[in-house]
């Protein structure tokens, strides 16, 4: 009863006060990383392992000016509401000076106005959403601390272009194509611009978009909706649950080519997920890749990370795994030269890093940012903060923006396109006449 | 007024004084859990009013706090409307669609109710991504809705203001012969009825008022995040939050749900250094489990027993 | 049927599955009058109650209060017209105490005065005095007292409402005979008063001299009505409910 | 069109099946199992872990998936519901609270990427413009045959009989002799039974995911609240449902 409680209120009052009190209290001593993302997904591990490894080679040549960095990490889990309250635990509860993200668009996009409030220097390293890049043209002063260490969805349609236009279209002969795409930022944005430019550019045509929500487990339906369209191919994207829908399509034996962009397929663990049901499909894939021939450079970081953490999942490292460790080594070189986080110092000198990485001779990879103002030839606009991405061949203004890698039905892997990359050929899967 | 309502006010006014002197003396980290915990009590004062006391209980409540949440950011986002002005509108919406659709329910009795309120969570979450996605965002939601203020400060005093006017008017409310009537029903809906009330009434009075809350609570939420997604909202772990902090509080009470609240996301936050992830309900849950299961009561008063033995065992030794 | 009835059953019928609980009843009580009913387990006389008071609804036939059809009415509107009972379980509010428990019985069905009217703490106790509950039970939860004075809490609640005609289910059950008097002594008062009772009890010897009249059932039906001592020397009353010796 | 039309008839058992779990608790138990969802899950988790991590033969694996479920659903009844016996909405909340930790332990263990199960029989069949896997073709006459074997267990079995007797009358059953004590027990381990086979049948055309729980728990809440006090075979009427559910929304353009 209420009476019994309330006769009782006024030690409790005392109770509460102390309870509030009992509060955790910041240090500001040293530099301190905070790592923002989800920590159960392969994709989040592999950047939050990324850039582990960088700060253990930046502590072990000295720390940042004499003292050691120190590392915390806040997990998102994939939610927005959450990964609200994990920047804010970032920036107001460890105080960080740097913040780096291995967030997905979603999430980023929840963060992104708290970033502005606190104005600490972050670098994605997953989001690749234009959205963002156009809020930093649109309002430099206050998203001028956001950096974007992956080519955005642009970058990645453009190249999607030109596979189509000189595999699916000159060598496959198809000219018709339906989409399939799940209901996220990521979706939408990436639908938009293979609509937009994939049938003016290549020659095919969009018979038909369907949109399917991300936590569908039966396929059967969609596929069945999509090969009733009579389109020669599927176009996928899909960048949440991705095993699902491949291992459906192999599952279900669907009769129609299936490429696009299936995120799950770019690590790795994707063969042991699906359990083997997941070969004949292609993706586009951010470099560095499965399949991908790496740089020397790269391959010893990718031999520091199996030796620390060869036992668990993901036991290779995904694209944004490469990107956290060289942008926690251009952050912090920034860092050197503009003497600290500052957050109107330090944009400064990041615009200026450019990693080259070389393999026989020739650039193989390249850490770069796009400048404010700088136009990107083909198309036409800038992409302030974006990492410089190379969308024309021959590519030696960079690297790729992209790849296209295809698992073949017994679960090799190789990248196929562009043909300066390629190590395989385009393949459809066994089922398709 | 009588004399205890004298002596709980001074304690009201002691935990408003120690409240709002609180920024003086913590961080801002700890600033931000406390505005979450004020929002959960606001949600939990909220479940508590109908569920805690008539014994009805609501899985429904997302879905209340969604309908104010969704109103305002819509309103605010796509039609720029002030602030000022989509607030009260959405809290108004709530009340009314709210009790519209949950009226059919409220006629139910007992497990029937729980299990049609937790259908009307499921709907909402399939009615938002399918019904207007252009408004409502679809399954991604919408972000980059206005906030009313910023800083960890402001916020602060924002949610806190918000959430002690709310407990107040509550405990008001609740001393009334109304809140008598209400816990009555939690006791025995027929003997009520047998008193000559229509327990209808005081369950859609009950209702009504919570919706109330949840959709005052939903839209200033909204304006706090600045984001929104059905995901996020109609979920088993929100539902969860809400119910955990009026029980393991202690339920039909005032100071119950918003002490759970504050005990839950303090302890959630705590929790966050040494387990990161979702790996954290683990030991919420457990929490929460143990405590229901041995003190139904709740925390309140598992502590004032705790309180009084020791009181008694150091007399005896004195 | 009088116009002078305070209660009237016309042709009642209520089956439960293929039971039948009441079969085309028909009696009336009058003004002041008090009204036994007997009969064995399962007779239908708690039915009559529920039927009286709406927790059951009839499946024909008409319940008139005052000449008035109740029938519609929901339960509460038939105790704001005048009409109340007891539990043969009494049913108090556990976690609410004795005072608390009669305040749910006085509040008024409106919700503003609910809310901005307090409880009327001396009509409690006039009402607990009444009752013959003891000073020191007033702020004791109803699990701490005796059966005897959970049935007078149980007649408080329900004066509480300000009935005129009360139906008072198995209130001698489980009593010791101090207490049997104590609320026979208070049954006689309201009737003086003018109240209306229809009374059930199976404590034949207690329930006489409360009664004006009475009626026997038998299977959802009247096998005799009458005086106290016809219905008990009716031979259908000796077979059915006194057994054949 | 007429793939919804077959796929549609041949879930409704399994759909129907998972929904029969949900109510029989609620016929016989009086109470809403809201943990039922966390049955299904861990059903699936159980194959996937035996089965497809450590190679385990598949039919030991089911039956391996029966025990445990039966072993975790009678402890759950010993600690949980029949301490709380009589307050169904304690029960209730801590079946909800239950979910949660089983959803949160569920992560820990195999983090909360989904896992894709091997289908038993792999192969399709196809029908005009369908495809029919063998694999669904399998779960549906596994559980049209689980399906037939309740209604008889219900209908001729003595256990049966007395578990129908005191979903319409717990006291009535009392009288009979029947202890509704154990009659309870036995169909809180039964429906774990249930759920697990279920969820065996379920996670090969499904990948085991840990998010699951909550919409498990919010389908089987809906599926249960269609045919809920009395378990017969009207509970087909659930089947449809589920599948309209499941699939209508996403069919829908959310363009």
């Known amino acids: ?433 | 007024m009588t004399n205890p309502t004298k002596k709980y006010l001074l304690l009201w006014a002691i935990f408003i004084a120690v409240m709002l002197l609180l920024p003086e003396f913590v961080s801002k980290g700890t600033l931000r859990t406390i505005i979450f915990a004020n929002f959960l009590a606001i949600f939990a004062i909220s479940w508590d009013v109908l569920s805690g006391r008539t014994g009805y209980i609501s899985f429904g409540h997302p879905f209340l706090i969604g309908i104010g949440a969704y109103t305002s950011a819509i309103l605010s986002y796509r039609f720029d409307m002030p602030i000022e002005l989509s607030i009260p509108l959405a809290v108004l919406t709530t009340t009314i669609g709210g009790t519209l659709f949950f009226l059919p329910a409220l006629r139910l009795k007992g497990s029937y109710f729980a299990l049609v309120t937790l259908a009307f969570m499921e709907l909402m979450y399939q009615l938002v991504q399918v019904i207007r996605p252009d408004l409502t965002g679809g399954t991604r939601g919408m972000s980059g809705i206005e906030t009313i203020t910023r800083g960890a400060v402001n916020n602060y005093y924002l949610s806190f203001a918000l959430m002690v006017t709310i407990a107040i008017s509550m405990w008001l409310l609740m001393r009334t012969r109304f809140g008598s009537a209400l816990s009555a029903i939690g006791m025995n809906e027929e003997s009520v009825r047998g008193s000559g009330l229509s327990t209808t009434k005081l369950k859609l009075a009950a209702f009504m008022t919570s919706a109330f809350i949840a959709g005052l609570g939903g839209a200033f939420y909204v304006h706090y995040l600045g984001s929104i997604a059905p995901r996020a909202l109609f979920d088993i772990n929100f539902l969860f939050t809400i119910i955990v902090s009026a029980l393991i509080g202690g339920a039909a009470t005032i100071i119950g749900p918003m002490f759970g609240a504050l005990f839950l996301t303090i302890l959630l936050e705590a929790l966050r250094p040494i387990l990161p992830g979702v790996e954290r309900y683990l030991i919420y849950g457990s929490i929460a489990l143990i405590v229901y299961m041995f003190k139904p009561q709740g925390l309140v008063v598992l502590v004032l027993d705790t309180l009084d033995k020791l009181r008694s065992i150091i007399s005896s030794r004195s | ?245 | ?255």
């Open chain 4, 1 to 255: 069109m007429l793939q919804i039309l077959i796929q549609g008839l041949l879930l409704s058992g399994l759909y129907a099946l998972i929904a029969v779990g949900f109510t029989l608790i609620f016929s016989v138990g009086r109470v809403l199992n809201l943990a039922y969802g966390a049955y299904l899950v861990i059903g699936g988790y159980v194959y996937f872990y035996f089965a497809q991590s450590l190679g385990l033969p598949k039919p030991l694996v089911m039956a391996m998936a029966v025990v445990c479920g039966c072993l975790v659903g009678v402890l759950k009844y010993r600690l949980i519901v029949k301490p709380l016996k009589g307050n169904h909405v304690a029960v209730e909340i801590s079946t909800l609270i239950l979910a949660v930790v089983i959803q949160a332990g569920i992560v820990l263990l195999f983090k909360d990427s989904p896992k894709i199960l091997h289908p038993i029989v792999s192969g399709v069949w196809r029908v005009g413009g369908a495809t029919i896997t063998f694999n669904i073709l399998t779960a549906a006459v596994s559980s049209w045959l689980i399906f037939g074997g309740l209604y008889l267990f219900v209908r001729k079995t003595h256990t049966g009989r007395a578990m129908e007797a005191v979903s319409m009358d717990t006291k009535g059953a009392v009288i009979s002799g029947i202890r509704p004590d154990r009659i309870n027990l036995i169909t809180w381990g039964y429906i774990w039974r249930l759920g697990c086979n279920c969820r065996g049948i379920f996670c090969e055309l499904y990948p085991a995911f840990p998010g699951y729980v909550g919409c498990a728990v919010n389908h089987c809440g809906c599926g249960g609240y269609r045919g809920w006090y009395r378990f017969d075979l009207g509970y087909l009427a659930g089947g449809p449902y589920y599948w309209i559910h499941g699939n209508y929304f996403n069919l829908f353009d959310r363009r």
């Open chain 3, 1 to 245: 049927m009088s116009d002078n009835a305070h209660l009237q059953l016309d042709h009642v019928v209520k089956h439960f599955g293929g039971l039948t609980a009441t079969n085309d009843l028909s009696f009336d009580v009058k003004h002041g009058e008090s009204l036994g009913l007997i009969g064995p387990n399962g007779a239908g006389k708690t039915t009559i109650f529920n039927l009286i008071m709406g927790e059951y609804r009839q499946d024909s036939g008409d319940i008139l209060y005052q000449n008035q059809s109740i029938t519609k009415l929901p339960t509460h509107a038939r105790i704001l017209k005048g009409v109340t009972r007891t539990y043969q379980v009494p049913r108090p509010f556990s976690e609410m105490s004795v005072l608390e428990n009669i305040q749910i019985g006085l509040m008024p069905n409106q919700l503003r005065e609910m809310i901005f009217q307090g409880p009327d703490r001396q009509k409690e106790e006039e009402i607990a005095r009444n009752v013959g509950l003891s000073e020191q039970d007033f702020n004791r939860p109803p699990t701490e007292l005796s059966i005897g004075d959970l049935r007078k809490l149980e007649l408080a609640r329900a004066l509480a409402t300000n009935p005129s005609l009360m139906l008072l289910d198995e209130v001698f059950a489980g009593l010791t005979l101090a207490e049997i008097a104590q609320i026979a002594e208070l049954i006689n008062k309201k009737r003086q008063e003018g109240m209306t009772f229809i009374i059930i009890s199976h404590d034949l010897r207690s329930l006489e001299p409360l009664i004006d009249r009475a009626i026997a059932m038998s299977f959802g039906s009247i096998v005799a009505q009458g005086t106290f001592s016809e219905v008990i020397s009716d031979q259908h009353v000796q077979k059915t409910y006194l057994g054949d010796s």
């Open chain 1, 1 to 433: 009863m209420p009476n019994k409680i309330t006769k009782k209120l006024k030690r409790f009052a005392c109770l509460i006060a102390v309870t509030a009190f009992t509060a955790s209290s910041a240090y500001a001593d040293g530099v301190k990383v905070g790592f923002i993302g989800s920590l159960s997904s392969d994709a989040g591990l592999s950047a939050l392992r990324g850039a582990q490894i960088a700060i253990d080679e930046l502590n072990a040549a000295g720390g940042f000016n004499g003292e050691p960095i120190e590392y915390v990490k806040a997990d998102t889990r994939e939610d927005v509401t959450e990964g609200i309250k994990a920047y804010e635990y970032l920036a107001e509860s460890e105080e960080v000076d740097f913040i780096l993200s291995g967030s997905i668009d979603d999430v980023s996009l929840g963060w992104l106005p708290r970033m502005k409030e606190f104005r600490i220097p972050t670098l994605d390293t997953w989001t690749s959403y234009i959205g963002i890049i156009d809020m930093v043209i649109e309002d430099y002063e206050g998203m001028k601390t956001y950096f974007m260490n992956v080519a955005s969805d642009e970058a990645l349609a453009t190249l999607y272009v030109d596979f189509g236009r000189d595999i699916l279209a000159k060598k496959m002969g198809w000219d018709s194509v339906v989409i399939l795409h799940e209901d996220t930022a990521f979706g939408g944005a990436i639908n938009g611009l293979v609509s937009e430019l994939l049938a003016p550019e290549s020659g095919i045509e969009v018979l038909d978009t369907i949109v399917y929500d991300t936590a569908t487990v039966d396929f059967s339906p969609i596929f069945n909706r999509a090969v009733d369209t009579g389109a020669d191919f599927i176009y996928l994207i899909s960048s949440v649950n991705s095993q699902v829908v491949s291992s459906q399509y192999t599952k279900l034996q669907v009769p129609k080519a299936m490429t696009g962009v299936n995120v799950a397929a770019l690590g790795q663990e994707y063969w042991e997920d699906t359990g083997g049901e997941g070969g004949g499909i292609s993706t586009l894939s951010p470099v560095p890749s499965v399949g991908f021939a790496l740089d020397p450079a790269s391959q010893e970081f990718v031999n520091t990370y199996t030796a620390k953490y060869g036992d668990s999942r993901p036991r290779f490292p995904h694209f944004n795994g490469f990107n956290a460790y060289w942008g926690i080594k251009q952050a912090f070189a920034a860092a050197k030269d503009a003497g600290g986080f500052d957050p109107d110092a330090w944009p400064q000198e990041m615009l200026k890093q450019d990693i080259k990485l070389e393999k026989d001779g020739e650039i193989w990879l390249r850490y770069g940012f796009w400048q404010p103002g700088e136009v990107e030839e083909r198309t036409g606009r800038t992409y302030p903060h974006n990492i410089k991405f190379d969308i024309t061949p021959p590519y030696d203004n960079g690297a790729p923006s992209m790849v296209v890698i295809q698992w073949y039905e017994n679960g090799e892997t190789a990248v196929i396109y562009p043909p300066k990359y390629a190590t395989g050929e385009f393949a459809v899967p066994s089922w398709v006449k």
